[in-house]
């Protein structure tokens, strides 16, 4: 699984002050029923997410200060007897649960797991963390500190969004399945909040509740929307919650500082609309060899030749200045070999980063007579069925728009039957 570093983003941080304005109920989310936001067409966000996300490819992504995810134990005041409640967080082990059991609002996708990076697990439209908390009750006589009890609290945070809804989903849940000792006394609640462009929509709460009460999950979940969707926009919406630990007055608090969502109305086409990617994750453009055989077989030669693009390490990188695009196809097939119905296929493609390299490669059949060549560094040329090659930049322009793959963002290329 692949280690990305996402800009803006910390995991697990101390107190959140996220301040976010509540707006009325989107006309988009025309009601909430079973913890799910209906749509319109009466498909959920979450049914709508997890079959764009289904194919997907998922990376592990890395916050930008790991040092917010505190080391150390944050603390309540003490009461008159001398007792307090320190949390802290705990690295998850192999031997630990890899995944929280069935919801009561929505089912997890199977790889909401627990990772013992501590990091995101995210795929295009969905992302997903869970963590471990050590919670201890101690108790101070005569100067002396002793612990009286632990639990050992289970946190994920579940986010989703669509390519056409301009709608993130975020959910918590949190329970305690394991207690030794005393942990009475202590109360636990939880708030949404969502940061940068943002308005939440939904918010959501856990409300008070006892350690010793959250042996089954507590759930919460909340919805927001970018605070702009005209043409042309493109901000970020992080969900977050701030929860905290009450005991007696005083408390000790954490937050989740959320993977935050791109949501933009960039994509463009005929109807443009606005919708929201975790840009962090790649997309995926698919080739068939049913439907566009020379093309598939070119493509495929050229990745298993060693250029990048079928590893989310290796991705691919869209670009959108002309001038660059032209450049890069100028470079790999500004002469081509004439050949009756046939045109000038390249790889990497021309609209992307790793486009126009050198030196040139080519194949058997293709018409050119570079000499071959392996590794990432580079580019293929190979002439095939011209309506074919057509197809592929029909298929590759509407990946882009559909998948909302921007100026810069990254993505995969698979072939298959």
């Not at 295009?124 to 002396?144: D, F, H, M, S």
């Not at 086409?269 to 990617?277: A, I, M, N």
């Not at 060899?289 to 598939?296: G, I, K």
Request: glycine share 10%.
């Amino acid at each position: 699984m692949t280690v990305f570093t996402k800009r803006r983003l910390g995991i697990m941080s101390a107190i959140v002050l996220a301040t976010c304005l509540v707006a009325p109920q989107s006309a988009i989310a025309v009601e909430k029923s079973g913890g799910s936001m209906a749509m319109t067409d009466g498909t959920s966000l979450l049914e709508q997410s997890n079959a764009e996300a289904e194919d997907l490819e998922s990376v592990l992504v890395a916050p930008d200060n790991p040092a917010t995810d505190p080391a150390g134990p944050v603390c309540t005041g003490s009461d008159a007897g001398g007792a307090s409640f320190c949390v802290s967080t705990s690295k998850i082990s192999g031997s630990e649960s890899t995944s929280p059991t069935a919801r009561s609002i929505q089912p997890l996708p199977t790889f909401c797991r627990a990772d013992t990076s501590g990091l995101y697990v995210a795929k295009r439209t969905q992302a997903c963390i869970v963590k471990l908390y050590t919670i201890e009750k101690r108790v101070t006589t005569n100067g002396a500190t002793r612990v009286v009890g632990t639990a050992t609290q289970t946190v994920y945070h579940f986010e989703y969004t669509n390519y056409t809804i301009a709608t993130v989903g975020s959910q918590i849940g949190f329970s305690v399945p394991t207690i030794k000792g005393d942990v009475s006394g202590a109360t636990f609640t939880a708030e949404s909040r969502c940061r940068y462009s943002c308005i939440q929509t939904t918010p959501g709460a856990i409300t008070s509740t006892s350690l010793t009460g959250m042996t089954t999950w507590k759930e919460a979940e909340a919805f927001s929307e970018p605070n702009t969707k005209a043409v042309g926009s493109n901000v970020n919406v992080e969900p977050s919650w701030q929860f905290e630990y009450l005991f007696p007055e005083s408390y000790a608090g954490f937050g989740t500082d959320g993977m935050y969502a791109r949501c933009d109305n960039q994509a463009g086409g005929k109807y443009p609309k606005p919708g929201c990617v975790f840009p962090s994750a790649p997309g995926r453009l698919t080739y068939s060899t049913a439907a566009n055989p020379e093309l598939a077989r070119h493509i495929s030669r050229a990745l298993a030749s060693g250029l990048p693009g079928a590893d989310p390490m290796k991705p691919l990188t869209r670009i959108t200045d002309q001038a660059w695009i032209d450049s890069n196809r100028n470079t790999v097939c500004g002469k081509p070999v004439v050949v009756e119905g046939k045109s000038c296929d390249e790889y990497p493609f021309a609209s992307t980063e790793q486009g126009g390299g050198t030196p040139l490669r080519t194949f058997s059949g293709c018409a050119f007579t570079d000499p071959a060549q392996t590794g990432e560094i580079g580019a293929s040329h190979c002439m095939i069925n011209a309506l074919q090659n057509s197809s592929g930049g029909g298929i590759l322009g509407n990946t882009y728009r559909q998948q909302r793959i921007l100026n810069f963002d990254v993505f995969v290329v698979a072939i298959v039957p």
